[in-house]
C-alpha cells in the first residue's frame, strides 16, 4: 500500500483546496506578525526624540529603554520558543501577541521612563516569542520542498514594516504624539489576534522528520535537550555564532554607515539614506536568496553572501570613505551601489537565520532553534552598535574600522559553511 511522503509535514501535501487556502492564509498571518515587529522596532527609533524632550532625558539616555526592549526579545525568544514546542505554537502565538499589545498599549499611558522601561521589556517578551513561533508555523503550513524559501519569504514582513512603518510613523507622530503611536502600534498587534485564532495549527510528526536522519522514534526530551541531541550540538553552536556574528555586524553598519558618510563630506539627508539603502538592499537579497534555497540547503548559499560581503565592507572603507565621497565625480553613486550591495550580501543573510533554522532541526523543536539562535542574535544586536562606538571613539582610520567590520561577517560565513559541509546529503529542508 504506497502512500505520499509527507516528510516532516503534518498534513497532507497541498493538494485538495481547502489545505492549500488554510496554508497561505497561515503563511500570510505569520507575515503580518513579522510585519508589526518591524515596524515596534522601529516606531521606538522614531518616538525617542519626543519622549526625551517630553521628559527632560539627557542625550543617550533613552538607550536603556532600547536596552529593556531587546532584553525582552531575548527572554521571549528562548522561552516562548521552547514553550511553543511543547504546548502549542498556535497557543502560545496568541498569547504572544496579547502581551505585545497590550504591554505597547501601556506604554502609551507611561509616566515615567522607568515605567516605560517595563512596558518596553513585557511587549519585548511577547514580539521576541512571536518570531520562532511564527517561524515554525510557517515552516509547518509550506510545501516540504519550500520550506526554507517559504520562511525567507515570510519574514521579510519584518524589513518591510520597519521602513513601511517608519514613513507612516514620520507622517504622524507630530499630529498624533508619541503617545498616539504607541496606541496605533498597539492596536494593530492586537488586531492579529482574530487572524492567529482562525488558523489552523498542524501537530507534529517527529518520526517522520527528515532533520532526524531516522524513522524511529526517539525519546522524549525538553525541547532546549532537543535542540542539541543527535549529534546537534557543535551544529547548533555554529549556527548560534553564525547569528551572534550577523546581527552584530548588521547593527553596526546600519547604525554608523550614515554617521561615517555625513562626517566625511555627504549631506546629512543624503546620508540618512544609506540606512535604507541597506535595508532595501536586505529585503533584495533575502527574496532573491528564497529561490536559491527553494532547491538546495540554505547554509552553502548563505555563507557564500556572507563571504562577499565582508569582501565589500573594507572596499567601503577604503575606496568610499578614504577617497570618494565628495572627492571624485560620482562619488555618491558609488556610494550608494556600494551600501546596497552591502545590504543585499550581509543584511540579506542575516534575514535567512530563521530558515536556517528550520531547515536544521527537526518539527518537534523548531520554534525553541529559531529562538535560541535568535535570541543570541539580538544581542549581537545590541553589542555591534557598541562595539562601533568604541571603535570611533579610538579615532582609527575609515579603513581599518571598516576592516575590523568585516570579521565576524567572514566569522559567520565560516560558520555556516561548516554546518554546510557536515551536513553534504541533506536537501530535506527547502
Same mark, same amino acid.
Given at each position: 500500500?504506497?502512500?505520499?511522503?509527507?516528510?516532516?509535514?503534518?498534513?497532507?501535501?497541498p493538494?485538495?483546496s481547502?489545505?492549500?487556502?488554510?496554508? &497561505?492564509?497561515a503563511?500570510?498571518?505569520?507575515?503580518?506578525?513579522?510585519l *508589526?515587529?518591524g515596524y515596534?522596532?522601529?516606531?521606538? +527609533?522614531?518616538?525617542a /526624540?519626543?519622549v526625551?524632550?517630553? =521628559?527632560?532625558?539627557?542625550?543617550?539616555?533613552?538607550?536603556k529603554v532600547?536596552?529593556m @526592549?531587546?532584553?525582552?526579545?531575548v527572554?521571549?525568544?528562548?522561552?516562548?520558543g521552547a %514553550?511553543?514546542d511543547?504546548? !502549542?505554537?498556535r497557543?502560545?502565538l496568541l498569547?504572544?501577541?496579547?502581551?505585545?499589545?497590550?504591554?505597547?498599549?501601556? @506604554? #502609551?499611558?507611561? +509616566?515615567?521612563?522607568?515605567?516605560?522601561?517595563a512596558?518596553?521589556?513585557?511587549?519585548?517578551?511577547g514580539?521576541? !516569542?512571536?518570531?520562532p513561533? *511564527? @517561524?515554525a508555523l510557517?515552516?509547518?503550513?509550506a510545501? /516540504?520542498?519550500? &520550506?526554507?524559501?517559504t520562511?525567507?519569504?515570510m519574514f521579510?514582513?519584518?524589513?518591510i514594516?520597519?521602513v513601511?512603518g517608519?514613513?507612516i510613523?514620520?507622517a504622524?507622530?507630530?499630529?498624533?504624539?508619541?503617545?498616539?503611536?504607541?496606541v496605533?502600534?498597539g492596536?494593530?498587534?492586537? %488586531?492579529?489576534?482574530?487572524?492567529?485564532?482562525?488558523m489552523?495549527?498542524?501537530?507534529?510528526e517527529?518520526?517522520?522528520?527528515?532533520a532526524r536522519? $531516522?524513522?524511529s522514534?526517539?525519546?522524549?526530551?525538553?525541547?532546549?535537550?532537543?535542540v542539541v541531541?543527535?549529534? &546537534? %550540538?557543535v551544529?547548533?553552536?555554529?549556527?548560534?555564532?553564525?547569528?551572534?556574528?550577523i546581527?552584530?555586524v548588521?547593527?553596526f553598519?546600519?547604525?554608523?554607515?550614515p554617521s561615517?558618510?555625513?562626517?566625511?563630506?555627504? $549631506?546629512p539627508?543624503?546620508s540618512?539614506?544609506?540606512?535604507v539603502?541597506?535595508?532595501?538592499?536586505?529585503?533584495?537579497?533575502?527574496?532573491?536568496? +528564497?529561490?536559491?534555497?527553494? &532547491?538546495r540547503?540554505p547554509f552553502?548559499p548563505?555563507?557564500?553572501?556572507?563571504?562577499l !560581503?565582508a569582501?565589500?565592507?573594507?572596499l567601503?572603507?577604503?575606496?568610499?570613505?578614504? $577617497?570618494?565621497?565628495g572627492?571624485?565625480m560620482?562619488?555618491?553613486l558609488?556610494?550608494?551601489?556600494?551600501?546596497?550591495a552591502i545590504g543585499l550580501?550581509v543584511i540579506?543573510?542575516?534575514?535567512n537565520?530563521p530558515?536556517?533554522c528550520?531547515?536544521?532541526y527537526p518539527?518537534?523543536v523548531r520554534?525553541?532553534?529559531?529562538?535560541? +539562535?535568535?535570541?543570541?542574535?539580538?544581542?549581537g544586536? *545590541?553589542?555591534?552598535?557598541l562595539?562601533?562606538?568604541?571603535?570611533?571613539s579610538?579615532?582609527? @582610520?575609515?579603513?581599518?574600522?571598516f576592516?575590523? #567590520?568585516?570579521?565576524?561577517a567572514?566569522v559567520?560565513?565560516a560558520?555556516?559553511? =561548516?554546518v554546510?559541509?557536515?551536513?553534504?546529503?541533506?536537501?530535506?529542508?527547502?
Amino acid at each position: 500500500m504506497s502512500s505520499l511522503p509527507v516528510r516532516g509535514a503534518a498534513r497532507p501535501l497541498p493538494g485538495g483546496s481547502r489545505t492549500s487556502r488554510a496554508s &497561505r492564509f497561515a503563511v500570510v498571518v505569520c507575515f503580518l506578525v513579522a510585519l *508589526i515587529d518591524g515596524y515596534d522596532t522601529l516606531m521606538l +527609533s522614531f518616538v525617542a /526624540p519626543l519622549v526625551s524632550r517630553e =521628559w527632560g532625558m539627557p542625550p543617550g539616555a533613552f538607550g536603556k529603554v532600547f536596552a529593556m @526592549s531587546f532584553a525582552g526579545a531575548v527572554v521571549g525568544a528562548v522561552a516562548v520558543g521552547a %514553550a511553543a514546542d511543547r504546548f !502549542g505554537r498556535r497557543r502560545l502565538l496568541l498569547g504572544s501577541i496579547a502581551v505585545a499589545g497590550g504591554f505597547i498599549l501601556l @506604554s #502609551a499611558g507611561a +509616566s515615567s521612563p522607568e515605567q516605560l522601561m517595563a512596558w518596553r521589556f513585557l511587549s519585548g517578551i511577547g514580539l521576541g !516569542g512571536a518570531i520562532p513561533t *511564527i @517561524s515554525a508555523l510557517a515552516a509547518e503550513h509550506a510545501h /516540504p520542498e519550500r &520550506r526554507s524559501a517559504t520562511v525567507s519569504r515570510m519574514f521579510l514582513g519584518f524589513p518591510i514594516g520597519a521602513v513601511a512603518g517608519g514613513a507612516i510613523t514620520a507622517a504622524l507622530m507630530q499630529q498624533v504624539g508619541w503617545r498616539g503611536i504607541f496606541v496605533g502600534g498597539g492596536t494593530l498587534a492586537l %488586531a492579529l489576534l482574530p487572524l492567529v485564532f482562525a488558523m489552523s495549527e498542524p501537530g507534529h510528526e517527529p518520526a517522520n522528520d527528515p532533520a532526524r536522519g $531516522s524513522a524511529s522514534p526517539s525519546p522524549v526530551r525538553h525541547p532546549l535537550a532537543e535542540v542539541v541531541a543527535d549529534g &546537534r %550540538a557543535v551544529g547548533t553552536a555554529m549556527i548560534a555564532t553564525a547569528a551572534f556574528m550577523i546581527l552584530l555586524v548588521s547593527y553596526f553598519l546600519l547604525s554608523w554607515t550614515p554617521s561615517v558618510l555625513a562626517m566625511n563630506g555627504m $549631506s546629512p539627508q543624503r546620508s540618512a539614506l544609506a540606512g535604507v539603502m541597506l535595508n532595501v538592499g536586505g529585503v533584495a537579497g533575502a527574496f532573491a536568496m +528564497s529561490f536559491v534555497v527553494a &532547491r538546495r540547503s540554505p547554509f552553502g548559499p548563505v555563507a557564500i553572501c556572507l563571504a562577499l !560581503g565582508a569582501l565589500l565592507v573594507p572596499l567601503f572603507g577604503l575606496h568610499v570613505v578614504d $577617497s570618494v565621497v565628495g572627492r571624485e565625480m560620482g562619488g555618491e553613486l558609488v556610494a550608494f551601489c556600494l551600501v546596497f550591495a552591502i545590504g543585499l550580501l550581509v543584511i540579506g543573510g542575516q534575514m535567512n537565520i530563521p530558515a536556517l533554522c528550520v531547515h536544521y532541526y527537526p518539527a518537534s523543536v523548531r520554534a525553541t532553534g529559531v529562538g535560541l +539562535s535568535m535570541s543570541i542574535g539580538r544581542v549581537g544586536s *545590541i553589542v555591534g552598535p557598541l562595539v562601533g562606538g568604541m571603535l570611533m571613539s579610538a579615532q582609527l @582610520s575609515w579603513s581599518r574600522l571598516f576592516m575590523l #567590520a568585516a570579521i565576524p561577517a567572514l566569522v559567520a560565513a565560516a560558520a555556516l559553511g =561548516w554546518v554546510a559541509r557536515s551536513r553534504p546529503a541533506d536537501r530535506s529542508g527547502g
